[in-house]
C-alpha cells in the first residue's frame, strides 16, 4: 500500500468523524440532570442543617456534594435505561443519548462509577448508615422505579417520588446516623408534593408518552381523573406540611408557611378540579400553569422555612 | 476537507479533557481537607469526637 492509499484512508476516517457528534464536558454533565440534583442539593442540605447534631461545615459540604453526586448518577442510570423512550419524545430527543453524542454504555459505566464513588465517599466522610441510604435510593430510583415501574403503572410519579423525597433524610442521616420522625415527616412533604406537580405539568405539556409506551395518567385515566388526583393528593399533603410544622425542627414560622401554602395549594388544586380541557385549552392553562409554578415556590419556601427556625435557634427565636 | 490544528473535534476534546482535569483536581482536594478534618478531630487515642465516653 502507499502513501497516497494511507493518505486517502486517513482522510475518510476524518470525513467519518466529521459526521459524529463529539462528546464535550456539557454533555457529560447534562447526564446528571442538573435541575433535578439543585433540589437534591437544596432539601439534603436543609435536612442536614436542621438536624439536632453539628457536624463539621467541611464533612457537611462534602457530603451534600457526594449526595448531589449519587442523585446525578442515579439520573445518567435513567438517561441509560430510557434511551428508547427519550429518542421518540420531542422534549428529550436532544438528550445526549439520543443525539448519539454519549455511547449507551458509557453513560451505564459514568453512571455505575459515579454511583460507586459518591456512596463509598459519603460513608467516608460522613457514616456508612447515610451512605447505604444513598445507595438504597439510587437503586430505588434506577431500579424500582426506571426499569420496573416507570413503565408498568400509570402511579409511576408517586412511586419515583420516594426517590426524589429521599435527599433530605440522608442529609439528616449525615448528622444524625440515623433517622427521626421529622426526617420522616420531610420525606412526606416532598413524596406527597411530588404526583400533584408532575401532573400539573403533564396537563400542559402534553408530553408524546402514550408514543413511548409509558403510562402516565393523563393517558391511562384520561384529563379528568388527572384533575381529581391533584386535588386529593393536595388533600393528603396539608397535614404533612401541618405535621412537620408542629415538629421540633418546626415553629411559629414553618406553622405560618404551612398554613399560607396548603390553603393557596388547596384552592389551586380546587381550580384545576373544576375546569375541564375546553376551559384550559381556551385561556391556555392558566391554572395549570400557575398551579405548577406555584408548586416550586410551595417546596422551596416550606424547606427553607425550616432553614429559617434553625438559624433563628441560636439566638433563642425559632422552634417551638 | 481541510485539516486545522484547532478543528471542531479538537476543541471538544480539549473542553472534555479540561473539565475532567479539573474534577480531578477538585476531588483531590476534597480527600485532603476531609482528611485534615478527620485526624484534627480525633482525641490523642484516636476516636472521633464523642467516642471518649465509651473508653
New interface residues.
Given amino acids: 500500500m502507499g502513501a497516497s492509499d494511507h493518505r486517502g484512508e486517513a482522510m475518510s476516517d476524518l470525513s467519518a468523524y466529521e459526521h459524529t457528534q463529539e462528546a464535550g464536558f456539557g454533555d457529560y454533565v447534562q447526564l446528571l440532570k442538573p435541575r433535578v440534583m439543585s433540589l437534591v442539593v437544596f432539601t439534603a442540605m436543609v435536612g442536614l442543617i436542621v438536624a439536632p447534631v453539628g457536624v463539621h461545615p467541611f464533612v457537611a459540604f462534602t457530603s451534600i456534594l457526594f449526595i448531589a453526586l449519587g442523585g446525578g448518577a442515579s439520573g445518567a442510570l435513567n438517561m441509560w435505561y430510557d434511551a428508547d423512550i427519550d429518542r421518540v419524545m420531542r422534549r428529550t430527543r436532544g438528550r445526549p443519548i439520543p443525539a448519539g453524542r454519549i455511547g449507551e454504555g458509557e453513560a451505564l459505566a459514568f453512571g455505575l462509577a459515579l454511583s460507586l464513588i459518591s456512596v463509598l465517599m459519603l460513608g467516608l466522610a460522613a457514616n456508612w448508615f447515610a451512605g447505604a441510604f444513598l445507595a438504597f435510593t439510587i437503586f430505588f430510583y434506577a431500579v424500582v422505579y426506571t426499569m420496573w415501574l416507570k413503565r408498568s403503572t400509570p402511579q409511576n410519579i408517586v412511586i419515583g417520588g420516594a426517590a426524589g423525597a429521599f435527599p433530605p433524610m440522608i442529609g439528616w442521616a449525615v448528622a444524625t446516623g440515623g433517622i427521626s420522625v421529622e426526617s420522616v415527616l420531610m420525606f412526606l412533604v416532598i413524596f406527597m408534593w411530588t404526583p400533584p406537580h408532575f401532573w400539573a405539568l403533564a396537563l400542559f405539556m402534553k408530553d408524546d408518552y402514550s408514543n413511548a409506551g409509558v403510562p402516565m395518567l393523563t393517558v391511562t385515566h384520561g384529563r379528568p381523573a388527572t384533575r381529581k388526583h391533584i386535588f386529593v393528593y393536595t388533600l393528603l399533603l396539608a397535614p404533612c406540611a401541618v405535621a412537620l410544622a408542629l415538629s421540633s425542627i418546626g415553629g411559629p414560622v414553618t406553622l405560618a408557611a404551612a398554613i399560607v401554602l396548603n390553603a393557596l395549594f388547596i384552592l389551586g388544586a380546587v381550580r384545576i378540579l373544576r375546569r375541564n380541557e375546553d376551559t384550559a385549552e381556551a385561556d391556555g392553562y392558566r391554572a395549570e400553569k400557575s398551579f405548577f409554578k406555584l408548586s416550586l415556590a410551595y417546596l422551596f419556601l416550606h424547606f427553607g422555612a425550616l432553614l429559617i427556625e434553625a438559624s433563628l435557634a441560636p439566638i433563642g427565636l425559632g422552634g417551638w | 476537507?481541510a485539516?486545522h490544528a484547532d478543528h471542531e473535534?479538537h476543541r471538544?476534546?480539549f473542553?472534555?479533557n479540561?473539565?475532567?482535569g479539573l474534577v480531578l483536581g477538585a476531588f483531590v482536594i476534597?480527600v485532603f481537607?476531609?482528611t485534615i478534618?478527620k485526624v484534627s478531630?480525633q482525641d490523642e487515642h484516636g476516636n472521633p469526637p464523642g467516642m471518649e465516653a465509651s473508653q
Avoid: D
Fill in positions: 476537507m485539516i473535534l471538544r476534546r473542553g472534555r479540561l473539565g475532567l476534597l481537607g476531609l478534618v478531630r
